[in-house]
Nanobody
Framework: QLQVVESGGGLVQPGGSLRLSCAAS????????TGWFRQAPGKEREGVSC?????????YYEDSVKGRFTISRDNAKNMVYLQMNSLKPEDTAVYYC????????????WGQGTQVTVSS
């Protein structure tokens, strides 16, 4: 079973920044397109961002995070990151990394999530 662990969540004020990390163990993360997803209480899971496998030269962002979030990968460290700037209260959710980059069906890997809370 492929395992990843997310970290970097926390409580931040509106307008603040956080960097989420997705660390893989036991497999090579850059063999997989990797996505960041989030789920807020009472809401459906949504895809936030995705980065292609290998050199990560293709990325996708959900409209509400374009210009504020940046996804990247560090193949040497076997990690994928999500830099989140200009955070808003509506960004509050549990954030997960997983593959493939879709919200339905089975995934090759799926983390336990990290809580992001944006509040003053």
């Amino acid at each position: 079973q492929l395992q990843v662990v997310e970290s970097g969540g926390g409580l931040v004020q509106p307008g603040g920044s956080l960097r989420l990390s997705c660390a893989a163990s036991g497999f090579t993360l850059n063999n997989y397109a990797t996505g960041w997803f989030r789920q807020a209480p009472g809401k459906e899971r949504e895809g936030v961002s995705c980065i292609s496998s290998s050199d990560g030269n293709w990325t996708y962002y959900e409209d509400s995070v374009k210009g504020r979030f940046t996804i990247s990968r560090d193949n040497a460290k076997n990690m994928v990151y999500l830099q989140m700037n200009s955070l808003k209260p509506e960004d509050t959710a549990v954030y997960y990394c997983g593959s493939p980059c879709r919200t339905w069906g089975e995934h090759d890997f799926w983390g336990q999530g990290t809580q992001v809370t944006v509040s003053s």
